[in-house]
């Protein structure tokens, strides 16, 4: 019995490192530091991150930014108790418009690699 609540113990300390770890590693960001934000398509916003040179790619499952610019705000909030975004469920996101805010259904967030970046035409780098 105490062995398994010794593991017990262990796996809740090590799931709730895991977003402090991510976070070390730069695959996390937080929402205060989202810095500028380009619209490639309907599915896809790249935001950058102040204070790193780091670029995110969001996917959407939905087409909410259909008919939306670079110029227009991003509403974002946290799911949770931190602003910590590491997963697709962290962040609830809108972009306001003259239609009003489209809300996002976020499939997917990647930190480009250096290569991706590179790659990334000037154009949509935020």
């Not at 996101?93 to 790659?119: M, N, R, W, Y």
């Amino acid at each position: 019995m105490k062995i398994a609540l010794s593991l017990l113990a262990g796996l809740t300390l090590a799931a709730a490192a895991g977003p402090t770890l991510a976070a070390d590693n730069g695959s996390c960001f937080r929402l205060s530091q989202m810095q500028g934000h380009t619209v490639a398509d309907p599915h896809t916003l790249y935001v950058g991150i102040s204070g790193r040179r780091d670029v995110y790619r969001i996917s959407m499952s939905g087409s909410c930014l259909t008919s939306k610019f670079d110029s227009d705000p991003l509403i974002t909030r946290s799911a949770g108790a931190s602003d910590l975004v590491c997963r697709p469920i962290d962040l609830d996101l809108a972009v306001g418009g003259p239609g009003g805010p489209s809300h996002c259904i976020i499939s997917d967030i990647q930190k480009l690699t250096p290569a991706e970046l590179a790659a990334l035409p000037k154009k949509l780098h935020p």
